[in-house]
């Protein structure tokens, strides 16, 4: 069978690969062309466009960027008319895939979600068009499922697939010595993966490296920026490591984390965090009328309560950060506290496997009597 698949940033790319990998085991003759990254491109096939061209966030950013986005989806509409693939795989990337998702339908081809629009957070309502253009809907956290089914809407809950991503992950020996790290316990930064996200909160991210003297912060550079894109930024002693997030994760004491999925991929770490998020400030004030949840890492979101602090806009400074990860350094009670529920969160999320299960989902759904 013919899979077409669109992941437009560096999660997307991950949960892609992994779920191209559990197709393969169950579709051996299975063809792949993407827009991805590098994770999806070593499983194999075509990869017609990098993530990196395509992740633009916020409403000012854009309504800048408007023309790449419109040629990127002009021609990504016209390699599905030419691939003619099977089923279409939508990965997250809500803004993008949408419209995608639209003209596939209007063409004749299935349309399978894997990891659902956020639309419970920003536009409920959008339920409705969602109905019409995706034929199946494949959940990874445990509320959309009751969410979508307010809607009349049935769905498939797979489970977390950054349990698999971990499971999957080969980790460094002799990390720190691989590396060039001292022996200081590490405070790890993830600061995203958009050139936006991180020209407006890396500088804040670095500067609370002054409140720590006792600690080396190792950087978690983000897959599909070129080397030199850090070297503008005031690094003041921290190395910036690639392509090895779980390393560091694996390794830290504490971690300083932009908002998004890896505040998840920390917290299944055990690794206490701040959560920080900064953007342009038309964008948040725009997202703050919007938006109706009342967190905005996922650690929160899923556990329904706050387990992380999270320090938005004018809150995300060095001093608020520092002040937040001190009570949350070893023998600490907030440290303490924090593992405790992240083993609650740990159940909330399930076991590994949801990669697979999205696979076996897609399979039936595109060959329905073949996997009987």
């Not at 993966?193 to 912060?217: C, G, W, Y």
């Not at 009670?333 to 697979?356: D, I, N, W």
């Amino acid at each position: 069978m013919k899979y077409f698949l669109i992941a437009g940033e560096a999660s997307g790319d991950l949960h892609g690969a992994n779920l191209m990998r559990s197709i393969k085991t169950l579709d051996p003759s299975a063809t792949f062309q993407f827009y991805g990254g590098d994770l999806m491109k070593a499983q194999g096939g075509a990869l017609l466009k990098h993530f990196s061209e395509m992740a633009f966030m916020g409403f000012v950013e854009v309504v800048a960027n408007l023309s790449a986005i419109n040629q990127n989806l002009a021609s990504c509409k016209q390699a599905i008319i030419d691939a003619k693939p099977d089923v279409l795989i939508l990965i997250d990337y809500p803004g993008f895939n949408m419209r995608i998702a639209a003209f596939a339908k209007s063409m004749g081809i299935k349309v399978s979600y894997f990891i659902s629009p956020k639309i419970w957070a920003w536009n409920q309502s959008r339920v409705h068009k969602i109905k019409k253009i995706v034929d199946q809907m494949l959940c990874i956290l445990p509320f959309e499922v009751d969410f979508y089914k307010k809607f009349a809407m049935d769905v498939v809950y797979v489970g977390n697939p950054l349990k698999d991503a971990i499971a999957n992950y080969s980790f460094q020996n002799d990390f720190k010595l691989a590396n060039g790290l001292s022996s200081k316990p590490i405070i790890a930064i993830l600061p995203g993966s958009r050139k936006m996200e991180l020209l407006k909160i890396l500088p804040t991210m670095l500067a609370v490296q002054n409140h720590f003297p006792d600690h080396q912060f190792v950087v978690a550079a983000a897959p599909g920026l070129p080397t030199n894109f850090y070297q503008q930024f005031q690094l003041s002693g921290a190395k910036i490591l690639y392509n090895c997030t779980y390393d560091i994760l694996a390794n830290a004491e504490l971690a300083i984390v932009t908002s998004g999925t890896a505040t998840l991929e920390t917290a299944l770490f055990n690794v206490p965090q701040v959560v920080c998020y900064k953007a342009n400030a038309v964008s948040v004030f725009i997202a703050r009328m919007l938006v109706k949840i009342k967190f905005i890492s996922l650690v929160n979101l899923i556990a329904d309560e706050k387990i992380v602090t999270e320090l938005i806009q004018q809150d995300c400074t060095v001093v608020n950060i520092a002040k937040e990860l001190k009570m949350l350094l070893a023998g600490s009670s907030g440290r303490t506290e924090m593992l405790a529920k992240y083993q609650h969160l740990q159940s909330l999320v399930g076991p590994e496997g949801a990669s697979l299960r999205a696979a076996q989902a897609i399979c039936q759904f595109i060959q329905p009597i073949a996997h009987v």
